[in-house]
């Protein structure tokens, strides 16, 4: 899977699946304000039906991996948002 932010504030991504469909993980919130959790949306078929996909997962991961100390705050495990 390729994993480009479409925003500097890493709201908004997108992700090429091994499939060769592009799909949008968006930021959708948080549950709470304090809250370390991050709410995630996908526009893929499981995305769209409500389901946890394994496109939030890899951009999570992305995310993990791309955070310094300055863009920690985006890092955080995903939920599905509802």
């Given at each position: 899977?390729?994993?480009?932010?479409?925003?500097?504030?890493?709201?908004?991504?997108?992700?090429?699946?091994?499939?060769?469909?592009?799909?949008?993980v968006?930021?959708?919130?948080?549950?709470?304000?304090?809250?370390?959790?991050?709410?995630?949306?996908?526009?893929?078929?499981?995305?769209?039906?409500?389901?946890?996909?394994?496109?939030?997962?890899?951009v999570?991961?992305?995310?993990?991996?791309?955070?310094?100390?300055?863009?920690?705050?985006?890092a955080?495990?995903?939920?599905?948002?509802?």
């Open positions: 899977m390729t994993i480009e932010p479409r925003n500097k504030d890493w709201t908004e991504f997108e992700i090429a699946s091994d499939s060769g469909n592009t799909y949008t968006r930021f959708a919130g948080r549950p709470s304000p304090d809250s370390d959790a991050r709410l995630w949306d996908c526009d893929c078929p499981a995305g769209r039906h409500g389901r946890h996909c394994r496109h939030i997962d890899a999570a991961d992305w995310v993990d991996t791309h955070a310094d100390g300055a863009s920690a705050d985006s955080g495990r995903p939920e599905r948002s509802k």
